[in-house]
């Protein structure tokens, strides 16, 4: 069950591919199931634990007092590593991992990763890896703060995020 009513209950991860410039870039997002926002992100040449590590510290930085969300992901190797389960404790996040070849279990993010491909990414090219990364980064913001959902009532993951934490 991923619905979530309001933000900061329910959120998912995963890493996806792109080529850019010649090479891969991987994008590992956090994702509010009840908010729709990207809440946390990164981009890098290598899906590596140093990703990770970013992704988490900019989570850090959002999570919201009192908050004790349910981080949902797949089986990947960083999620069952010794520091991100041992981190997510830290941070009060509760871990909840997909059943081995169900990736209907993860079709929240894979659904995210769909649009972002469709409406940012299919068709175009990047001169440099930069370039991608630095558009890819102002998609994001421009999914969180413009990009208007029917989901949420017509509203931006943002303004809808603010109306329910001052409900």
């Given at each position: ?10 959120l ?61 992901s ?75 959902q ?18």
């Amino acid at each position: 069950d991923f619905a979530a009513d309001r933000p900061w209950v329910k959120l998912g991860t995963d890493v996806t591919e792109f080529r850019a410039a010649g090479g891969k870039a991987y994008l590992a997002p956090i994702y509010d199931m009840g908010s729709k926002e990207i809440v946390a992100w990164d981009v890098s040449r290598h899906p590596d634990l140093a990703q990770q590590q970013r992704l988490l510290a900019m989570l850090e930085e959002k999570l919201p007092e009192g908050a004790d969300p349910i981080l949902h992901s797949d089986m990947g190797w960083q999620y069952q590593h010794d520091w991100w389960r041992n981190r997510l404790g830290e941070l009060g996040i509760r871990q909840s991992m997909s059943r081995k070849g169900n990736c209907i279990d993860n079709a929240a993010t894979e659904q995210v990763f769909g649009h972002l491909k469709d409406e940012f990414y299919t068709g175009r090219e990047f001169a440099s890896y930069e370039e991608f990364k630095s558009e890819l980064d102002a998609y994001i913001i421009h999914w969180n703060t413009r990009r208007r959902q029917i989901r949420l009532e017509g509203h931006t993951p943002e303004e809808f995020r603010n109306m329910s934490l001052t409900a």
